[in-house]
């Protein structure tokens, strides 16, 4: 398996099983209406994405880690390089996380789902067969 597919597929929002299907309804994050809703199953290979309710509770650790990861960041390049004052930098933190809510939910929840589900090249290819 190629990493640099699985990530291609995370980031694309991409079913972990099949590489193929969309996780999300609308492939904009930044759709108000449906931005953030999931499908049931995977169009191409069928896997359904919840598996058990609440199962993406977990992804908030996820989501959490991506936003901890930003933040060292913002600081790094704040001591390091800018040295903006402590509120500029909190302020600006905090905007950056607001924007990009969508991505960090959207990506969470993948990547949540990844560590469950194993890529199987032949899934599509079963389903299809079936129905």
Do not use: Q
């Amino acid at each position: 398996m190629n990493i640099l597919k699985k990530i291609n597929a995370t980031v694309t929002n991409r079913c972990p099983r099949c590489l193929e299907g969309r996780v999300f309804e609308n492939n904009n994050p930044y759709n108000f209406k449906n931005g953030l809703t999931m499908h049931n199953n995977c169009s191409a290979c069928g896997l359904k994405y919840e598996m058990e309710t609440g199962f993406f509770y977990g992804a908030m650790y996820v989501a959490y880690g991506l936003v901890a990861g930003l933040f060292i960041l913002f600081f790094a390049l704040d001591a390091f390089w800018l040295h903006l004052d402590p509120m500029l930098l909190f302020g600006s933190f905090s905007a950056v996380i607001l924007v990009i809510f969508p991505l960090t939910f959207r990506w969470s929840r993948v990547m949540w789902i990844s560590f469950f589900v194993k890529y199987d090249p032949e899934a599509s290819r079963r389903h299809i067969h079936r129905h």
